[in-house]
């Protein structure tokens, strides 16, 4: 997520056509996969709802394509609504790298109740747990900008305005963030399937290029702020 300070430069690049296309090519692209896996998980779990890793994986895989599918209904009219859902994609996208990393914390996750979320799945818990993977500030802006009610985050409701003319970027700044974590997402998920699953490789082939993809044809995607 982008501060306020570095922003103008940013939200500007947001506005590039061949990134629009990009992102919007990841979107399509990225819920065609997660869709595909959902279908081969239901065939191999045939129908089960037991406790196996996997079947935790085709919730997470359903969550975040439900979330990515609220965002594009709400965008490009309420980039700040659909800012809120950016924020609990990010927390999936936690969840996704957990079921990744250990097949274990996929059941365990799938087993709690909600005393054990608050003692160990909170999005804190996660990136203690992932010993620095996940950025505390990237979460914490992402919570400003429209995960909790803040007055910067509200500024956005108008859209452009004569003060904040850059806001007629907000839709696409929105995109971004949503293909950053939607992306890595697939990129979990994928790698928390089954070895022995067959069609494994190939998923994780088509996510990494679905990466690939779009990071080379999105400027954004390679945008750093300037140093201080």
């Not at 088509?206 to 999105?218: F, L, P």
Request: net charge negative; proline share 6%; with cysteine.
């Amino acid at each position: 997520m982008v501060s306020e300070d570095e922003n103008s430069d940013f939200l500007l690049l947001c506005l590039d056509p061949d990134g629009v296309l990009a992102r919007q090519d990841a979107i399509i692209n990225g819920r065609g996969l997660l869709r595909d896996i959902d279908v081969i998980l239901e065939r191999t779990l045939d129908g089960g709802g037991d406790g196996r890793p996997s079947f935790a994986v085709m919730l997470v895989i359903r969550v975040a394509v439900s979330l990515v599918d609220g965002i594009d209904t709400l965008l490009p009219g309420n980039a700040y609504a659909a800012s809120a859902l950016v924020r609990q994609l990010v927390e999936v996208e936690y969840l996704a790298w957990a079921c990744a990393h250990d097949p274990d914390e996929a059941v365990d996750w799938l087993k709690s109740d909600s005393e054990a979320r608050r003692k160990r799945w909170q999005p804190r818990h996660l990136r203690e747990r992932s010993a620095g993977h996940f950025d505390t500030k990237d979460y914490a802006d992402h919570c400003e900008a429209g995960g909790h009610p803040t007055p910067s985050g509200i500024l956005t409701l108008n859209g452009a305005t004569q003060a904040n003319p850059e806001f007629v970027a907000m839709p696409e700044v929105t995109r971004y963030e949503t293909v950053l974590h939607f992306v890595a997402i697939c990129d979990y998920l994928t790698h928390a399937l089954p070895d022995d699953l067959a069609e494994s490789d190939s998923l994780r082939s088509r996510a990494h290029a679905i990466s690939g993809a779009w990071r080379k044809a999105d400027p954004v995607a390679a945008w750093r702020p300037p140093k201080a």
